[in-house]
């Protein structure tokens, strides 16, 4: 198994050298060459990023995270100390729960110069209502009865019943994030919008479809103008060609993008951070990243609890930590770990254990005939497709590293490499056996993953052929309307137990946000949501 791992792992090391250094946060020599470019260029950060910003629509779901963030800004803040202000100053809360009056901050205007004020908010707000089957993934689009204006910087938003992480929910990247009405088409963004103006630090300049996006300052941001004034999204390749640019000082940062990834190994960001030039720095765990199983996949064995445990015993995450991620994941046991709220619940343990995952696939009638390498059923294989992200160079390894393990077992496991967006689909659509897929954050669980589980457009596929479909979605829509904290934390407890016992979400690691920058800049953080990044705070010293 070691050698298999060396193998994987050398083919990802990029052809420039990676020094076998350890994971550092500073480095002691120089180059010239990246040196230079910093220094003229202190007011602006050049990020690589393996795809386009694509649409920047913040009321659709193909745009960049990062980006949009930049951007486009939400009624309040989920911070590491709970909800916050934001473009609302304030706001009161009905005792039944059901009405948010909001007390918008004053003197905040879009990038095109319009007031943001209360009829700003109805008709955002109402332009992602108009547009609910695409956003079903996220319960407080399905509580939302009306959104009204009391006067020009106070809007009322009424709800069908109690619900508790709407604040949460506003809070997010999308979609319940602020674009100029001047920007809607024909009153809606549904079908598209003319422009991208938001409220937010930056202001789109300039796109040039799958090179670069330029964003600048806003100087006239609420919240101050931003130090760096520049901030430019370069699409390139994950690996060897990120990797150069970076020497060269083409581009002078990475980070992990909205899907989980990296454009750059452990050892090739080692070898920056040596170069005395770059820095690294990673925020603490935000997510799990795991296997997801389509337990709908009619007549295929992940169909099967005993197939998807079966897998579950035969991944060592020890050496897929230790071994592909350098330590910098932590192996994962449970859908979340136990430091997001009420996850840390009793559930039965499946450590890696080969012996347990071939008596599993005995049991459950899946056997070798005449010495054979797959195991069979009724004359049907035990074979299934794993679907992970083309531009994920540790996704790739990971699933040859999955594939060489549950052949062990008499599994047979095709490899689909695809684009995020297709993976994404296939997601949607049940159109898949297994594929990679991450928790939605530390700002976002347990409550959004879990509402996801009844998705269409999320993970429906992926829960509905459980034996306990009707009463784990049951739980789920009660559990999102109680207001007593003993109940919530029951229900939490029997969800997260009939997901785990179906193993239909198969954990990994623990992922973090992993940022390369110019060892000149400050201010560097993080945000709860994992997948924005705060540049405005940033600076070079």
Not at 448 to 473: C, N
Request: with cysteine; hydrophobic share 35%; aromatic share 8%.
């Amino acid at each position: 198994m070691t050698k298999f791992l060396s193998i994987c792992t050398l083919s990802v090391v990029l052809v420039a050298g990676c020094s076998s250094g350890s994971n550092t946060d500073t480095g002691t020599t120089t180059d010239t060459g990246a040196k230079s470019a910093s220094k003229e260029t202190k007011q602006e950060i050049i990020y690589a990023s393996s795809k386009d910003i694509l649409d920047m629509n913040p009321h659709l779901y193909s745009g960049s995270m990062p980006a949009q963030g930049m951007v486009y800004e939400s009624l309040v803040e989920n911070t590491a100390d709970g909800i916050k202000p934001l473009l609302a100053e304030s706001w009161d809360i009905s005792e039944d729960g059901k009405v948010y009056t909001f007390h918008l901050r004053e003197g905040v205007t879009f990038h095109d110069g319009s007031p943001f004020n209360a009829e700003a908010v109805k008709k955002n707000m109402d332009a992602v209502q108009n547009n609910a089957e695409k956003h079903s993934w996220i319960k407080l689009s399905t509580k939302i009865v009306s959104v009204n204006v009391k006067d020009e910087h106070t809007v009322e938003l009424v709800l069908s019943d109690t619900y508790y992480p709407a604040l949460v929910e506003l809070s997010m990247t999308r979609p319940y994030v602020f674009i100029s009405p001047n920007d809607f088409k024909n009153g809606e963004t549904k079908d598209g919008v003319n422009g991208f103006s938001g409220t937010g630090p930056y202001k789109l300049v300039e796109h040039k479809v799958d090179q670069y996006a330029t964003f600048e300052a806003n100087e006239s941001y609420w919240g101050g103008a931003p130090k760096v004034k520049r901030i430019i999204s370069k699409v390139l390749p994950q690996g060897e060609t990120t990797f150069l640019a970076l020497q060269k000082g083409e581009v002078n940062m990475v980070f992990t993008d909205d899907r989980g990834a990296d454009s750059l190994d452990v050892e090739a960001m080692n070898t920056l951070v040596e170069s005395g030039d770059y820095q690294l720095v990673r925020s603490e765990p935000m997510n799990t990243k795991m296997i997801v199983a389509n337990s709908s996949r009619a007549g295929n064995p992940v169909q099967e609890t005993a197939v998807r445990e079966a897998i579950w015993y035969a991944i060592d995450r020890d050496t897929i930590s230790e071994q592909i991620f350098e330590g910098t994941e932590a192996p994962a046991n449970t859908l979340f770990s136990s430091n997001v709220n009420y996850a840390n619940v009793d559930l039965k343990e499946r450590g890696y254990d080969v012996e347990q995952a071939v008596k599993l696939l005995e049991e459950a009638g899946w056997t070798r005939e005449n010495s054979s390498a797959v195991r069979t059923k009724g004359g049907k294989p035990l074979a299934m497709s794993l679907y992970y992200d083309v531009n994920s160079s540790s996704q790739k390894v990971q699933a040859e590293f999955i594939q060489h393990s549950l052949k062990e077992i008499g599994m047979e496991l095709e490899l689909i490499g695809e684009e995020s967006t297709s993976i994404a689909n296939r997601r949607s659509t049940g159109d898949y056996d297994l594929l990679f897929n991450q928790t939605w954050g530390l700002a976002y669980d347990p409550q959004s993953t879990i509402s996801a589980f009844t998705s269409p457009s999320s993970y429906l596929h992926t829960t509905s052929g459980i034996a306990k479909a009707d009463e784990l979605y049951q739980k789920i829509e009660d559990v999102m309307v109680s207001t007593d904290e003993e109940t919530r934390k029951s229900l939490y407890a029997d969800i997260l137990t009939v997901v785990h016992d179906e193993a239909v979400f198969i954990p990994l690691t623990n992922g973090s946000v992993t940022m390369v920058a110019p060892k000149q800049l400050q201010g560097i953080s993080f945000k709860q949501t994992q997948f924005e990044l705060p540049f405005e705070r940033m600076h070079f010293e």
